[in-house]
């Protein structure tokens, strides 16, 4: 088949189009999949949510005329290459003069793979029930930077994953696409959003040998993309319940199959007050077949504690700061197979006057 550059030659002076520069190849469709969903906006009230696939490359055509357009999520998307800090100063700042920038904790860096496993726990056969240790973790909370710091916008920086992506012939051989994203988010719906792809990651050995042989070409996929929203009051944050009744009622949305995703999304779009941390533990403690998995590290290197509900095909997994009851990272892991095919891993979360 001929590709654009040798077209060219073959024409040689009768080209109509000679001397024009050649464009960027298109991106392949499994990444426009994933910086799709990097960049879609999680809706917790309407309890819409993304949910663990499992995506062959031809289901990345509905999602090619998004990327391509420019258009995701009823915004506009802006392209930047790497180092590029144009338009980073419009979009929705703020007003008057912007107070200083607070001190941030670097985020950790974290270790993906290339080959990616299921994190490893204290009690990984034969777990206790969680309740005893859950309800003692929420009686002891402290602060996080979620509860003491101030400004305009509540700032949240994650790292994951929810699809495994198979663009092999045999079907035998994934890859995961992990996205960054940095959010910031006011109380009158405006927002901005950045979002990259990160280098591709593997479920098993298998995986990770193929494409070892066979590596997939650069794909012209934009290196980075900020997302702007004007103001809009049905954007607008909506604070979590403190009220038992009413969290209770909010997690329950969807039946117990989807607590832990709705955890997972609580922690992913809001600073969850240290009231409904304590309250988010206490109604996992008291949930049927949430296990205690112990201490663990997670991918970033840290140590929480971990919690799982398992059932015949996946196992659902938090890990937790045991300091602050923040959620550290979240984890769908396949049975039998164990791949990881969705992971959320929560590196920052803070309020500040400063867009980046």
């Known amino acids: 088949m001929f590709d654009t550059s040798s077209t060219k030659a073959l024409l040689g002076p009768a080209d109509p189009a000679r001397g024009v520069p050649i464009p960027p190849p298109r991106a392949r469709a499994v990444d426009l999949i994933a910086l799709a969903e990097a960049t879609v906006d999680i809706d917790v009230a309407s309890g819409v949510r993304r949910r663990r696939i499992l995506v062959p490359v031809a289901a990345g055509v509905a999602a090619v005329g998004l990327v391509a357009t420019g258009v995701v999520a009823g915004g506009l998307i802006r392209r930047h290459p790497p180092g590029d800090t144009a338009g980073q100063a419009t979009g929705p700042m703020p007003t008057g003069t912007a107070a200083p920038t607070p001190t941030r904790t670097a985020a950790p860096t974290p270790r993906f793979g290339p080959v990616v496993r299921p994190v490893a726990f204290e009690f990984d056969k034969r777990p206790p029930a969680a309740g005893d240790q859950l309800r003692a973790l929420a009686a002891q909370l402290t602060p996080s930077r979620c509860d003491t710091t101030t400004g305009r916008y509540t700032f949240i920086h994650t790292i994951g994953w929810n699809a495994v992506f198979d663009d092999t ?150 890990i937790f700061d045991p300091s602050t009851g923040e959620m550290l990272a979240w984890d769908d892991v396949e049975r039998p197979v164990d791949t990881v095919a969705g992971s959320t891993l929560l590196l920052g979360c803070e309020h500040t006057d400063q867009l980046g």
């Open 169 to 318: 012939p045999d079907g035998k051989s994934q890859r995961i696409v992990p996205s960054e994203r940095w959010e910031w988010r006011a109380d009158d719906g405006s927002e901005r959003f950045r979002s990259t792809l990160l280098p591709a990651v593997y479920p098993n050995e298998e995986s990770y040998r193929y494409y070892q042989k066979h590596p997939v070409q650069p794909s012209g996929t934009p290196a980075a993309v900020v997302h702007d929203l004007p103001p809009n009051p049905d954007r607008a944050i909506v604070p979590l319940p403190t009220d038992p009744a009413e969290v209770a009622k909010k997690l329950a949305a969807g039946g117990k199959q989807f607590l832990f995703w709705n955890v997972r999304d609580w922690f992913s779009a809001h600073a969850v007050p240290l009231a409904t941390r304590a309250e988010v533990l206490r109604i996992l403690a008291n949930t049927p077949g949430v296990v205690w998995r112990g201490e663990t590290t997670d991918r970033a290197g840290r140590t929480g504690v971990a919690i799982s509900l398992d059932d015949k095909a996946a196992q659902h997994v938090l």
